[in-house]
């Protein structure tokens, strides 16, 4: 195994696509870990959901930036979309697969990855990072590439009877993108699942750290 801060002596490329914790660790060692976060993405979809009426919470974001955080942006995406799809094929809930879940997923992994890479040596760098990725991952994932998915699959195929009330009783009837998102967040009540998940987050940065930079502390 290589030393702590070997990292930094591989190529620029490697060092933004691959985190610290993995390139300081064997092929094999590499190929485990991966093998666990791929796993764990998903018994996160599998079990990790619960669906109460129309409103589901879930620990995807917490499971998909820790994800992105330990392995890197690269790794991440990959381990993130391919659990969910697996999660899905096992336990699909009766519905058909949605690739923009996945991909909004996938997306959580790679955006936390990447801000990872920015060096911040100070001991509250991860505090700022993380904030950073709450902030790009709510209004890129949450409230971009899932809602916009959502939306267009409900336009075309029909918005149920509860979206169209909404739409009634707060934006007068307008089907509009911005109106869809305010639902999501606020009436299927996304915006809370988010801080549940943000906040399980910054509880486990002793955690992370004390898996993941055993050799490389992440700053």
Known sequence: MQSQGSAAHFPAWKRVLFSDFMLSRGKAQRIAVVG???????VSNMFLEIKFFDVQFSLTIFISVLTG?????????????LGDFLGYVYNSWGY???PWVGLSSALFALIA??????RIEKKWGIYLKLAL???????????????AGFYFYNKYSGFSTAV?????SHFGGTASYFAYVCYRLFFKLQVLNSLVNYALLFAAVPLINAVGAKNVPLR
């Open 164 to 168: 169209i009330e909404y739409f009634e």
């Open 133 to 147: 990725i709450c902030v790009i991952t709510f209004f890129v994932c949450t409230a971009g590439v899932n809602s």
């Open 96 to 98: 058909m697969y949605m």
């Open 36 to 42: 666990v976060m791929t796993a764990l993405c998903i």
């Open 69 to 81: 955080m330990l392995i890197g942006p690269l790794f991440g995406f990959c381990a993130v979309y």
């Open 113 to 118: 990855g990447l801000v990872m890479g920015v």
